[in-house]
């Protein structure tokens, strides 16, 4: 299992921008799909974005199309998500994981990643 560790939250007023990174222990070249999921008080953690090894797919949530962004440095080992536009209801823990295909990471089967503990990110004026 790959350590995760996520960074990059905080306050923010909507409409406003954040980049989280995820920082992966080991290489995660051989992960096919890294994410992001986001979690509130109560609720179930949501699958946000996926990006396979190559970069050249990606899959978003449809209450964050057109305004994240996921990438994936497999040099570096290290997940991004770009936040703009942001709103309330983008408020939760965000936290990374990855997995040998999508539909692990929908049902968060057989994930590769040992959960880390979330970036928290609040969106309020």
């Known amino acids: 299992q790959v350590q995760l560790v996520e960074s990059g939250g905080g306050l923010v007023q909507p409409g406003g921008s954040l980049r989280l990174s995820c920082a992966a222990s080991?290489?995660?070249?051989?992960?096919?799909?890294m994410g992001w999921y986001r979690q509130t008080p109560g609720k179930e953690r949501e699958l946000v974005a996926t990006?396979?090894?190559?970069?050249?797919?990606?899959y978003y949530v449809d209450s964050v199309k057109g305004r994240f962004t996921i990438s994936r440095d497999n040099a570096k080992n290290t997940v991004y998500l770009q936040m703009n536009s942001l709103k309330p209801d983008d408020t939760a823990v965000y936290y990374c994981?990855?997995?040998?295909?999508?539909?692990?990471?929908?049902?968060?089967?057989?994930?590769?990643?040992?959960w880390g503990q979330g970036t928290q990110v609040t969106v309020s004026s």
């Open positions: 994981n990855g997995a040998s295909t999508w539909s692990m990471m929908a049902t968060k089967r057989n994930l590769r990643g040992n």
């Open positions: 080991a290489s995660i070249f051989s992960i096919y799909v």
């Open positions: 990006i396979v090894t190559s970069g050249g797919k990606t």
